[in-house]
């Protein structure tokens, strides 16, 4: 099966404050057109990136407030496919309940084993390499989504059995991290032979301390963006005060990563390639 990330959609109280917040570590859109924003057409959102691709930060609106839908608190990443139909026979026989919507663009919403939401859309124009979320001619890009899970390997039997993935092999740097990369514990569904993808990691209470960093990446979720100059980055945040982890090339050959919160306290990864 071929896929990509579409998007990434973050959880934000303000819009507004929010949008200031995410042209300081990604810089200002000039572009945005329609295409895959439709899907999104019946949320408040605002878009970084093109035609969809990218970052979408959403504002959550009450539970009680809306049916047959479900909304994630957390990050949660919108998934561009070839083959629609597949998934959606694949949980009908398993009897995995989700929300399949076929108006213009054919999505299905769903919460793999370990409770993550994850959007599936159709893709429709066919996968152009000029237009994607890793590369939209700006100037980051989307690296990879990593999401929480309590049973890494149920959730990759998910994505790899029932969605039609592949499973990689977590490549590692010579001076790696203090954290595990056995499978059971973190494992990847790539785009490229540089981490880039899915990542799905078990929850470690000490991976921060560990590593000496103020965050903990294993727990909550995070995506994380490529730019290309963190060390300005860097400048930025130091002149606003907010708090960041600089972990420099532990986790991944070849790339300098960095974490923080935003104005919402949602978990980021912004890493270089060096």
Same mark, same amino acid.
């Given at each position: 099966?071929?896929?990509? #990330?579409?998007?990434?959609?973050?959880?934000?109280?303000?819009?507004?404050?929010?949008?200031?917040?995410?042209?300081?570590?990604?810089?200002?859109?000039?572009?945005?057109?329609?295409?895959?924003?439709?899907?999104?057409?019946?949320?408040?959102?605002?878009?970084?990136?093109?035609?969809?691709?990218?970052?979408?930060?959403?504002?959550?609106? @009450?539970?009680?407030?809306?049916?047959?839908?479900?909304?994630?608190?957390?990050?949660?990443?919108? #998934?561009?496919?070839?083959?629609?139909?597949?998934?959606?026979?694949?949980?009908?026989?398993?009897?995995?309940?989700?929300?399949?919507?076929?108006?213009?663009?054919?999505?299905?919403?769903?919460?793999?084993?370990?409770?993550?939401?994850?959007?599936?859309?159709?893709?429709?124009?066919?996968?152009?390499?000029?237009?994607?979320? /890793?590369?939209?001619?700006?100037? /980051?890009?989307?690296?990879?989504?990593?999401?929480?899970?309590?049973?890494?390997?149920?959730?990759?039997?998910?994505?790899?059995?029932?969605?039609?993935?592949?499973?990689?092999? /977590?490549?590692?740097?010579?001076?790696?991290?203090?954290?595990?990369?056995?499978?059971?514990?973190?494992? #990847?569904? @790539?785009?490229?032979?540089?981490?880039?993808?899915?990542?799905?990691?078990?929850?470690?209470?000490?991976?921060? /301390?560990?590593?000496?960093?103020?965050?903990?990446?294993?727990?909550?979720?995070? @995506?994380?963006?490529? #730019?290309?100059?963190?060390?300005?980055?860097?400048?930025?945040?130091?002149?606003?005060?907010?708090?960041?982890?600089?972990?420099?090339?532990?986790?991944?050959p070849g790339f300098h990563q960095i974490y923080l919160y935003d104005i919402n306290a949602n978990m980021l990864e912004v890493n270089q390639a060096v």
């Amino acid at each position: 099966m071929k896929w990509t #990330i579409l998007n990434v959609s973050i959880p934000v109280h303000n819009l507004k404050k929010s949008k200031t917040f995410y042209e300081m570590l990604l810089g200002k859109n000039e572009e945005s057109n329609e295409l895959y924003q439709s899907i999104f057409a019946d949320e408040e959102n605002v878009f970084f990136g093109n035609k969809g691709f990218g970052l979408r930060l959403y504002k959550p609106v @009450p539970d009680l407030n809306i049916s047959k839908h479900i909304q994630s608190r957390r990050s949660f990443v919108s #998934i561009l496919v070839d083959n629609m139909d597949n998934i959606r026979l694949n949980l009908d026989k398993n009897k995995i309940k989700h929300i399949y919507k076929d108006t213009t663009i054919k999505t299905i919403l769903v919460q793999e084993p370990s409770l993550n939401v994850v959007q599936f859309v159709e893709n429709v124009n066919g996968f152009d390499d000029e237009v994607n979320g /890793w590369n939209m001619g700006l100037s /980051w890009g989307i690296h990879h989504m990593n999401l929480e899970s309590m049973d890494v390997r149920g959730s990759i039997n998910f994505f790899c059995n029932l969605v039609g993935m592949i499973e990689g092999k /977590w490549l590692a740097p010579v001076k790696k991290g203090d954290f595990s990369i056995d499978p059971s514990e973190l494992a #990847i569904l @790539p785009l490229s032979n540089n981490n880039r993808g899915l990542h799905i990691i078990k929850p470690d209470e000490g991976f921060g /301390w560990r590593n000496n960093f103020a965050h903990n990446p294993s727990i909550g979720g995070h @995506p994380a963006f490529t #730019i290309k100059n963190i060390s300005n980055l860097k400048v930025k945040l130091d002149k606003k005060n907010i708090l960041y982890s600089d972990a420099k090339v532990y986790a991944m050959p070849g790339f300098h990563q960095i974490y923080l919160y935003d104005i919402n306290a949602n978990m980021l990864e912004v890493n270089q390639a060096v």
